[in-house]
């Protein structure tokens, strides 16, 4: 049963800590997705990649924030420092571009929380 | 504001009763999904309908599309206490397989 997974599930941290959540996409899906959920803003965009190549990455703030694809089976997304206005639920979601059904496929998610 | 907004933001029904949901867009688009999220978890694809389709059936799923009006609509018949759920849709504009998402309908479902 293929699915995506992020690790960790749940992170607790203090104002001014580096944290990193991990995903792993399913085996064979090119493009990678990272998500913010909120409350108030709902699901966001951060940042994607096709074949680990980041294509847009303009929803993420660019100071803390950043994105990499170190190999296929693995995404990082980084906040270096973090801040309480980063606590939010962070999904990754990986899917196959190329086919007219581009369904996305999610993970179940990193629930931050920056005090 | 948003590419895809949805309509009620919340809806309580009693089990056995249909719900509808709508889902209002903007600029031209390459296909339409709807998304289901349990309290807690992933969103979860539900159905997908092509911008030259205007309906589609999955199970207890109907879900039209009518690209005049920008606008979609889901309805699940013979609601389940199960189908309690937030809702999306997400709209491709056929641009690097990028979605965006409504803000979510709240669906609950009375046993």
């Known amino acids: 049963d293929a699915r995506v997974t992020q690790t960790p599930r749940h992170k607790v941290t203090e104002m001014g800590q580096e944290v990193t959540m991990r995903c792993q996409p399913i085996?064979?899906?090119?493009?990678v997705f990272w998500y913010r959920q909120t409350m108030m803003q709902g699901l966001e965009l951060l940042a994607y990649?096709?074949?680990?190549?980041?294509?847009?990455d303009s929803g993420m703030p660019k100071d803390r924030f950043s994105a990499e694809m170190p190999d296929a089976t693995l995404a990082t997304l980084k906040i270096q420092p973090s801040e309480p206005r980063d606590s939010a639920v962070y999904f990754c979601a990986s899917g196959w571009a190329g086919t007219v059904n581009n369904e996305q496929f999610f993970g179940p998610g990193t629930r931050l929380t920056v005090l | 504001s948003q590419q895809g907004e949805e309509d009620p933001q919340a809806l309580s029904i009693q089990e056995g009763e249909n719900a509808t949901m709508n889902c209002s867009y903007k600029t031209s688009i390459n296909n339409l999904q709807w998304y289901r999220q349990n309290s807690g978890r992933g969103l979860v694809h539900l159905i997908l309908?092509?911008?030259?389709?205007r309906e589609k059936h999955s199970g207890r799923l109907r879900v039209t599309l009518d690209t005049s009006k920008k606008s979609s609509s889901l309805l699940i018949t013979a609601s389940r206490a199960a189908d309690t759920a937030s809702y999306f849709c997400a709209t491709d504009l056929g641009a690097n397989s990028k979605l965006t998402f409504g803000k979510g309908i709240t669906l609950s479902v009375r046993p």
């Open positions: 085996l064979g899906h090119n493009t």
């Open positions: 990649f096709r074949n680990r190549a980041p294509l847009d």
């Open positions: 309908i092509r911008s030259n389709e």
